[in-house]
């Protein structure tokens, strides 16, 4: 079960939307970082069970997070939310080891499966 | 220059704004992939409001060493109704003709349109694709729909060092800056939204109910 989440986003207000789509009496702990120097921060301090990672951002952009966090971690579960969802970037992302890709502006229904997705892949890990 | 969104906005709205603006740039990014068939990526917008009489000493800021400009305007209508201007620095429109054109060079001799006329309409298309997917999907994010009109080269090779503005001095400009990455080449331009007071105030209201949309 997902006990804490870190959302990585320059943007208060997707930040702010992500957390609006999350179930109602969630409990979860949620940590937020503004840009993706932050966020590996974040994330090796906290060690979130699940990260959602914007990719288009200041300072260190997602993919350099995602990769930076998977090279100290390779059990990560990192969520890619963006709007663009071209091709070529849900392969890049895939590659670089995110579990699921979610379409901006998320909406509940896409973070429910996400999270259910990443408890999934949780679950995997500790039966391993 | 007033450069700051602040008059205008309230901070919550500009922050609101802003990631309506990431949103629709994202999107318009991987529809633009479909429709020309090309890796694209629009950068992060930048935004700020202008007023019309302080717009061409900030392109000039923005935009040195290039002084001189292309400017594309397309007229969209809707709740939101106003103007688009894309403004690419002078010589951009030979990069975008190659990148249409690359893979068909070995036919180019058989093109029987001039040299001039290609580039011309490359930036009016370019224009078109742009503008119309970037307000496209904004207008889509607030519930609303927008017409087009075709759109037109306002300004060729406008000297921006000693120009008038090409927006009322009175009326205010929401200027986005973006990065228009294609494959390899960078080509670097503006987006301009020209709006009347009525429309800033419906964008005002669309922009609260869509964070209200998520409760």
Known sequence: MLKSILIVDDSPVARMIMKKCLPPDHGLIIYEANNGKEGVEKFLLHKPDLTFMDLTMPVMDGFTALSTIKKHDPQAIVIVATADVQEKVLRKVSTMGALHTIKKPPSKASVSEALQLATSAMEGQNKA | ?215
Not at chain 2, 174 to 193: A, C, D, K, P, W
């Open chain 2, 1 to 215: 220059m007033s450069g700051d969104i602040q008059p205008l906005f309230a901070d919550e709205e500009k922050d609101i704004l802003q990631e309506v603006m990431n949103i629709a740039f994202g999107q318009a990014s991987a529809e633009l992939a479909e429709v020309i068939d090309i890796f694209v990526v629009l950068s992060v917008p930048d935004i700020k409001v202008l007023k019309g009489s302080d717009l061409p000493d900030y392109l000039c800021k923005e935009l040195k060493p290039a002084t001189t400009v292309n400017i594309i305007e397309q007229s969209f209508l809707g709740k939101f109704s106003g103007q688009a201007l894309l403004v690419f620095p002078a010589g951009a429109e030979k990069e975008l003709l190659h990148l249409f054109t690359q893979d068909q060079e070995s036919n180019s001799q058989d093109i029987d349109i001039d040299i001039d006329t290609l580039e011309t309409e490359t930036l009016l298309e370019v224009g078109n694709i742009l503008i119309g997917a970037c307000i496209g999907k904004i207008a889509e994010l607030l519930n609303d729909v927008v017409a087009y009109d075709p759109p037109h080269i306002t300004a060729k090779n406008l000297n921006l060092e000693n120009c008038e503005s090409p927006v009322p001095a009175e009326n205010f400009a929401i200027s986005i800056r973006t990065m228009f990455r294609f494959e390899q080449q960078n080509v670097e331009g503006y987006l301009f939204l020209i709006a009347n007071q009525s429309s800033i105030d419906w964008l005002k209201k669309a922009l609260i109910a869509f964070l209200e949309s998520f409760e």
